[in-house]
């Protein structure tokens, strides 16, 4: 993530004058039975592991700063103004602070959803857990992105949906 962001941060100085470039990443990587999960910005990572629904990232967003403080409160932030408005990115030039990491072990039938804030502004936990019953991981994404896209979403929708499975020697 370090690097990307000092790639952006060197390709935004040849563009025209106060033009800034920003995006925002999520990425997950698989070693030794653990699963790392790395954020910046808002978009994010949910855990679906049977009923349950975990959120693995935090969005890097006025509006849930201001929530971690309790200024807001999680509907407030949700239709803020602040909401879109990050305070660390890829192409930030101030961030002085690591990239959250989170980790997990994958059990059988776990489905991990990385997501760009144009999706998962338009779904909620109950969209999460019907994907279980997806015949497979890209029909599930396929399932969310239109979901997102009938309920309004204008913004970039894009997301990877991992299943995983028992392994062979199980």
């Not at 790392?36 to 629904?53: I, K, M, Q, W």
């Not at 109950?126 to 997806?134: E, V, Y």
């Amino acid at each position: 993530m370090a690097e990307a962001n000092q790639a952006i941060i060197a390709a935004s100085q040849e563009q025209p004058h106060n033009s800034r470039m920003g995006t925002t990443a999520v990425m997950a990587l698989e070693r030794q039975g653990r699963v790392f999960v790395a954020s910046l910005g808002d978009s994010r990572a949910y855990l679906v592991r049977g009923d349950e629904v975990h959120l693995l990232t935090i969005d890097h967003s006025v509006a849930q700063e201001l929530v971690n403080h309790g200024v807001l409160s999680e509907s407030e932030a949700k239709h803020s103004p602040l909401q879109h408005v990050l305070y660390r990115f890829l192409g930030c030039t101030q961030m002085d602070e690591r990239t959250d990491v989170v980790q997990f072990a994958p059990e059988p039938g776990d489905l991990l959803l990385l997501a760009s804030d144009g999706l998962t502004n338009y779904i909620d936990e109950n969209d999460l857990r019907r994907i279980r019953h997806c015949p497979d991981p890209q029909n599930g994404c396929e399932q969310l992105v239109q979901l997102s896209l009938d309920r309004g979403s204008s913004d970039n929708v894009t997301c990877i949906l991992v299943a995983f499975e028992a392994k062979d020697d199980e």
